[in-house]
């Protein structure tokens, strides 16, 4: 007897298969390599080394030694696991913390679940949120981009995040009008263009949505998670800025600022561990807007993307059961 065998996600079609996706984000991501090694210069260049080499290392050793499968690493997806772990630490985060993130993402976000296709969370996110809980003091110590320093706007090598001023900001009492007064904040622009604190690939919104053009021409990503991320994420804002605009900053300075638009277009539509029908992915993109704002507004952290999107990537199965596409041949009852 002849049995149909049916591999773990993404299932693609047409000309496309998951090397040339996988390749495809790395190109994508290439505008936002380049602004990061533009304003943190060497060591930019050297997390994102570091990183690659470590997750391709571990992959490969994985598979070949402790699985004894096929290895994949030509595959790109530890690739683009390795610059994404890079795109969510600081440039100064000392080289063995990274190796140990770069260890968590490939064997426990992926490998220990079999590999490609088969992993429920974005395993990326898993080693940002692992070495974030482990090493929070490594991981929140903010280098200071170089055009901010050079312009004399800082004399500080290291500090906060915009997200980051705000919080502390608002917890001293001062309003968000006087926050964003003071010259040390960055700004709109400087949240567009790059020139703040924070992770690698998160100082250039203008950056990673050149990316996402680009994917979205390649038809790698599709426009509902990330429609249905940003417009939750805008409403929910927005209801609180109107509500409060001394105590609650904008929708645009929510998506300009922090992880916003590196989760929206570049980890929360992972393949894997997002929804497969367009409802679904609606679904999940709608509950990630929302977690994102409420772990901003009222969490313990300035930042909620990383949290929010492995919060919705645990729900994918319930999401999919809940959404499935109608089977070929079905009859569908009336009444």
Same mark, same amino acid.
């Given at each position: 007897? &002849?049995?149909?065998?049916?591999?773990?996600?993404? %299932?693609?079609?047409?000309?496309?298969?998951?090397? @040339?996706?996988?390749?495809?984000?790395?190109?994508?991501?290439?505008?936002?390599?380049?602004? +990061?090694?533009?304003?943190?210069?060497?060591?930019?260049?050297?997390?994102?080394?570091?990183?690659?080499?470590?997750?391709?290392?571990?992959?490969?050793?994985?598979?070949? !030694?402790?699985?004894?499968?096929?290895?994949?690493?030509?595959?790109? @997806? #530890?690739?683009?696991?390795?610059?994404?772990?890079?795109? &969510?630490?600081?440039?100064?985060?000392?080289?063995?913390?990274?190796?140990?993130?770069?260890?968590?993402?490939?064997?426990?976000?992926?490998? +220990?679940?079999?590999? $490609?296709?088969?992993?429920?969370?974005?395993?990326?996110?898993?080693?940002?949120?692992?070495?974030?809980?482990?090493?929070?003091?490594?991981?929140?110590?903010?280098?200071?981009? /170089?055009?901010?320093?050079?312009?004399?706007?800082?004399?500080?090598?290291?500090?906060?995040?915009?997200?980051? *001023?705000?919080?502390?900001?608002?917890?001293?009492? /001062?309003?968000?009008?006087?926050?964003? #007064? @003071?010259?040390?904040?960055?700004? !709109?622009?400087?949240?567009?263009?790059?020139?703040?604190?924070?992770?690698?690939?998160?100082?250039?919104?203008?950056?990673?949505?050149?990316?996402?053009?680009?994917?979205?021409?390649?038809?790698?990503?599709?426009? %509902?998670?990330?429609?249905?991320?940003?417009?939750?994420?805008?409403?929910?804002?927005?209801?609180?800025?109107?509500?409060?605009?001394? %105590? !609650?900053?904008?929708?645009?300075? %929510?998506?300009?600022?922090?992880?916003?638009?590196?989760?929206?277009? !570049?980890?929360?539509?992972?393949?894997?561990? @997002?929804?497969?029908?367009?409802?679904?992915?609606? =679904?999940?993109? *709608?509950?990630?807007?929302? $977690?994102?704002?409420?772990?901003?507004?009222?969490?313990?952290?300035?930042?909620?993307?990383?949290?929010?999107?492995?919060?919705?990537?645990?729900?994918?199965?319930?999401?999919?059961?809940?959404? /499935?596409?109608?089977?070929?041949?079905?009859? =569908?009852?009336?009444?």
């Amino acid at each position: 007897m &002849n049995l149909l065998t049916v591999s773990g996600s993404p %299932h693609v079609h047409a000309h496309q298969n998951v090397k @040339s996706i996988m390749y495809g984000v790395v190109i994508a991501m290439i505008p936002a390599i380049f602004v +990061s090694v533009y304003f943190f210069g060497i060591d930019a260049a050297r997390v994102l080394l570091i990183s690659v080499l470590a997750c391709l290392f571990f992959e490969w050793v994985i598979q070949k !030694y402790l699985i004894k499968g096929p290895v994949t690493i030509n595959d790109g @997806s #530890a690739l683009v696991t390795g610059v994404l772990l890079a795109f &969510n630490v600081p440039s100064n985060l000392p080289a063995w913390i990274l190796i140990v993130g770069a260890l968590v993402s490939i064997g426990i976000g992926k490998m +220990s679940f079999g590999g $490609l296709g088969k992993n429920p969370f974005n395993p990326a996110l898993v080693g940002r949120v692992f070495l974030l809980i482990s090493f929070p003091v490594q991981m929140t110590s903010w280098p200071v981009p /170089k055009a901010l320093f050079a312009e004399g706007v800082t004399d500080a090598i290291t500090g906060p995040t915009t997200l980051g *001023v705000l919080k502390e900001g608002l917890d001293a009492g /001062k309003s968000v009008q006087e926050i964003m #007064a @003071s010259p040390n904040f960055p700004g !709109y622009v400087n949240d567009l263009m790059g020139a703040q604190g924070g992770s690698l690939g998160e100082i250039s919104a203008l950056a990673l949505l050149l990316g996402a053009i680009y994917m979205f021409s390649r038809r790698i990503i599709t426009w %509902h998670i990330p429609t249905a991320y940003i417009g939750s994420a805008v409403v929910f804002s927005g209801i609180l800025w109107l509500i409060d605009p001394t %105590h !609650y900053i904008d929708p645009l300075m %929510h998506l300009l600022a922090g992880g916003m638009i590196l989760g929206v277009f !570049y980890m929360a539509t992972d393949m894997v561990s @997002s929804p497969m029908t367009p409802r679904g992915q609606i =679904v999940f993109g *709608v509950g990630a807007g929302l $977690l994102t704002i409420l772990i901003r507004v009222w969490g313990a952290y300035p930042e909620g993307v990383s949290f929010a999107i492995l919060i919705m990537n645990a729900f994918t199965p319930l999401i999919n059961n809940a959404f /499935k596409p109608k089977r070929f041949g079905e009859v =569908v009852k009336n009444g």
